[in-house]
């Protein structure tokens, strides 16, 4: 799949999961506002519900397992898609180095590391050297 389908495929998958989780919150404010809640009657809940709200907010307030079938789920299953999506994203991640370029890298790396550790030991050397020779030899006391 050549990159600009990929990149209308993942903006059009993107705006259809903004218009469902839209579309679920509406339904879902919607339908949590009810008022009838202190009817018992089912029927008559249903009526004064479809008074208020229309046929199909009506039955969502009434039948609460539909709603959760039908609004909050596909919300939790859209949110559980994206994480895994993301995760699968995170661990896909093309490479910005080529592998060749990257052995490159670290061969460089360790050639400098060598260099600057032989210059620290030569210097050390030195340094020692010098000392060796500013320190006067003592010799023994003969009482």
């Keep these: 799949m050549n990159p600009k389908t990929k990149r209308i495929l993942f903006w059009t ?9 839209v579309f679920c919150l509406i339904i879902a404010i919607l ?23 229309g046929p199909m907010i009506a039955w969502l307030q009434t039948h609460q397992v539909p709603f959760f079938l039908l609004i909050v789920l596909p919300v939790f299953v859209i949110f559980l898609l994206d994480g895994v999506y993301l995760v699968i994203y995170a661990v896909k991640k093309p490479r910005v180095i080529s592998k060749e370029d990257e052995e490159a890298l670290r061969e460089q790396a360790r050639a400098e590391a060598r260099a600057q550790i032989l210059k620290e030991m030569q210097a050390e050397q030195a340094k020692a050297e010098e000392q060796k020779e500013e320190a006067p030899a003592e010799e023994p006391k003969e009482e």
């Excluded at 008022?35 to 479809?50: E, G, S, V």
Aim: glycine content about 4%; some cysteine.
């Design 31 to 53: 339908t949590l506002q009810n008022p009838h809640t202190d009817i018992q009657d089912a029927t008559a809940r249903y009526n004064a519900c479809l008074a208020d709200n």
């Design 13 to 21: 998958i993107g705006a259809v999961e903004v218009v469902i989780l």
